[in-house]
Every structure is written in structure tokens, then in C-alpha cells.
């Protein structure tokens, strides 16, 4: 985003950013950014908090009175990550997940049961804040998981949508179903807090054995391919302590 910026600022429009990563901004320097010490995903702080997501916004456009650029100014508040910090890394225990690698008929009928227990707390939420951000794969949430798991059994799945890669689609298909798990927590339970929600997906749901064993895989994997789901970030950001 920092770079395009100067693309819109070009053609003579006005841009101001939020940025987590000071570092990145330094280098860059893009005519207006307002730096946000708080947790990655979260650039306006926790959900249901308008006043303070409001002071955000207001500071962000604040800088479009600049008289000059480039600008970056750093948020007076701060939304503090648990222990200081947020990691994004493989599990410590391997063994777990070669067990699920070497059982995906029995991993995904985990999956579909969990999915289908989660469905009424789902239809819930969404119908509370009439709105979803389940559906960037394209795919029925009951396709999810099929998809996902067959990457356990083959390297070489084809995209079920016309135009997307596969990698592009586990991607997605991988984001849909944190998507659907993490609305139905938030709605339902009244879990808001996104370490929270990290720790009860990632350390208690059917689903991110899954994830976890795929991201194991892809790890290990001798196909270029399929490390890019390592290297390249691919498979959805776990906040863990």
C-alpha cells in the first residue's frame, strides 16, 4: 500500500495510511502514514469499540493537513500484543500432525462434524451483523474442507475455479474457514479479542489440525510450489505466545 501511494498521489489524489510495520514505512516513505503499535489484523483496535476506532480514522486523515511530506507520525495508544509480541510458527508437535497427514478421511469427517455443529451459531452471527467475510474461495462452506484436506493426499489438486490457482484457492479456501470458525466464536461466545480467538481455533478445533498439518507438509515438501505456503505466508497468520 505504501507503494501505491505514490501512484495515486500521482494522478492527484491524496492518500494517508495505517502501517504496522514502522521499519517498512521508514524505507518506503510514503507521503502520509500513521504508525499503529498494536497487534497485526487489528489496525482500529478491538471490535466494538467505535470511539476509539473513530480516533484512528481522525488521526489518519489528520494528516492530509500536512503542509508537506512525506509524513509519519506514530499513534499516541497502544493495543499491546500478549508477552510483547506476535510470532507466526510451525507446531512444536510434528508427530501429532504426521498422524493427521496419514489420516485425512478420518481428519476430514472431524472437520465436517465440527462444521456442521458451528452452523447454527454461524447463520446467528451473520444474521446479528447481517454481513460475512466467509466467500473470498468462492466455495459452499461445506466444500472448505474437502479441499483443503485433499492437499494431505496429492501436491498436485486443481483449482475448482476457473482463473484462480491452486495455491491461490487453498489460500482462500484456508482464510474461509478461519472466516466461518472465527465469526461463530465472536457471535455466539462474545470471543472478540484476536489472541483469544488464536488460541481457541488453533489450539482446539478439528480445522487447524488440518492447517497445521498442511503447513507441516508444505515444509517438508521437495515441491517448490508448496513451500510457498511456508515461505510466502500462504496459510492464515496464527497469533500464538
Request: hydrophobic residues 45%; contains cysteine; aromatic residues 8%.
Amino acid at each position: 500500500m505504501c507503494g501505491l501511494a505514490y501512484f495515486f498521489e500521482k494522478e492527484g489524489l491524496a492518500t494517508t495510511l495505517v502501517c504496522f510495520v514502522r521499519e517498512h514505512a521508514e524505507a518506503v516513505s510514503p507521503p502520509r502514514v500513521l504508525w499503529l503499535n498494536m497487534p497485526m489484523g487489528r489496525p482500529f483496535g478491538k471490535p466494538n469499540d467505535p470511539e476509539f476506532q473513530k480516533g484512528i480514522i481522525r488521526a489518519a486523515l489528520g494528516l492530509l493537513d500536512a503542509p508537506e511530506g512525506p509524513v509519519l507520525e506514530d499513534y499516541p495508544e497502544v493495543v499491546p500484543v500478549r508477552d510483547g509480541r506476535m510470532t507466526h510458527a510451525l507446531p512444536d508437535d510434528l508427530v501429532s500432525q504426521a498422524e493427521d497427514r496419514a489420516n485425512p478421511a478420518v481428519l476430514l469427517a472431524r472437520i465436517q462434524a465440527e462444521v456442521a455443529g458451528l452452523r447454527l451459531g454461524y447463520d446467528a452471527a451473520v444474521k446479528k451483523r447481517g454481513r460475512t467475510t466467509v466467500g473470498a474461495s468462492g466455495l459452499a462452506i461445506e466444500e472448505l474442507a474437502p479441499f483443503i484436506v485433499s492437499w494431505l493426499t496429492s501436491e498436485k489438486v486443481k483449482s475448482p475455479r476457473k482463473g484462480v490457482p491452486p495455491l491461490m484457492m487453498l489460500k482462500l479456501a484456508c482464510e474461509d474457514l478461519w472466516a466461518y470458525y472465527t465469526e461463530t466464536a465472536s457471535g455466539v461466545r462474545g470471543i472478540t479479542g484476536m489472541e483469544e480467538l488464536g488460541d481457541w481455533f488453533w489450539a482446539e478445533t478439528e480445522a487447524a489440525k488440518a492447517i497445521l498439518a498442511l503447513e507441516v507438509l508444505s515444509e517438508q515438501s521437495e515441491n517448490k510450489a508448496l513451500r510457498q505456503l511456508v515461505e510466502l505466508f500462504l496459510i492464515v497468520p496464527r497469533f500464538w505466545a
